[in-house]
């Protein structure tokens, strides 16, 4: 595609559910990233994958977080039994090779999760 | 662990006119790169400019530069002839060593005054 889609925009959960949010990143892209933002921070980093397979999963808050990429293109980040601390944007992002600092991550425009 | 500093929460300028975004951070590594990237209203972050360390000259994109300074570990974006569509959130971001992920400062309102 021609950049990283990301859905739905909003979501809005009542506290204990479970959402999955999708991103799609640009086509042929290998290395494909979550970040967590909270209002008015930088985004923090949850996890990274190359190509299916989950390399870092460092900043995943808890065990309630999980990520996937089962065929090394989308990718969904699944949050259980949600919390208020939960509501934040969650931005992907997405780049041509592996990690590295001269690859370029391209973002998505984010899920805004709400958890009531 | 690498940290990334943006101190000032909120600037301001006038269209046609220049501003400098400041960015300061810490790494024990040798070999990295520094970013900087624009978040509108949208949320979808923009690279601005990029910086490799090992690069002794600084980056330029069109109306954006930037002054790195290695030995203070500082990294300020430069913005000439402020437009309109500059105003924005900026984040100044780190990538360095074995992490495979980039490390965003709190980031940077800035207004642009028609």
């Known amino acids: 595609g021609a950049g990283v889609s990301q859905s739905p925009r909003y979501k809005v959960a009542k506290r204990g559910q479970d959402v999955a949010l999708r991103c799609d990143p640009i086509s042929g892209h290998v290395s494909l990233f979550w970040y967590q933002q909270a209002l008015g921070q930088g985004p923090e980093f949850l996890t990274y994958?190359?190509?299916?397979?989950?390399?870092?999963k460092s900043g995943l808050p808890s065990d309630r977080f999980f990520a996937e990429r089962p065929e090394g293109s989308v990718s969904t980040l699944k949050i259980q039994r949600t919390q208020q601390e939960d509501s934040a944007v969650y931005l992907c992002a997405s780049s041509l090779g592996a990690s590295a600092g001269g690859n370029i991550q391209y973002f998505g425009a984010g899920t805004r999760l709400s958890v009531l | 662990a690498q940290t990334v500093t943006q101190s000032q929460p909120e600037m301001s300028v006038q269209e046609a006119e220049t501003v400098t975004l400041s960015c300061t951070y810490d790494?024990?590594?040798?070999?990295?790169?520094l970013f900087w990237y624009k978040q509108p209203p949208s949320r979808q972050m923009i690279l601005v400019i990029r910086q490799e360390a090992y690069k002794q000259q600084n980056a330029t994109e069109n109306r954006f530069s930037v002054n790195f300074q290695k030995a203070a570990k500082s990294f300020s974006l430069k913005i000439s002839d402020s437009q309109l569509g500059d105003a924005a959130m900026y984040f100044c971001?780190?990538?360095?060593?074995?992490?495979?992920?980039?490390?965003f400062g709190k980031g940077i309102t800035l207004s642009v005054r028609p």
């Open positions: 790494t024990s590594e040798s070999d990295y790169y």
């Open positions: 994958f190359q190509n299916e397979a989950q390399l870092d």
């Open positions: 971001a780190y990538w360095g060593g074995a992490n495979s992920k980039l490390t």
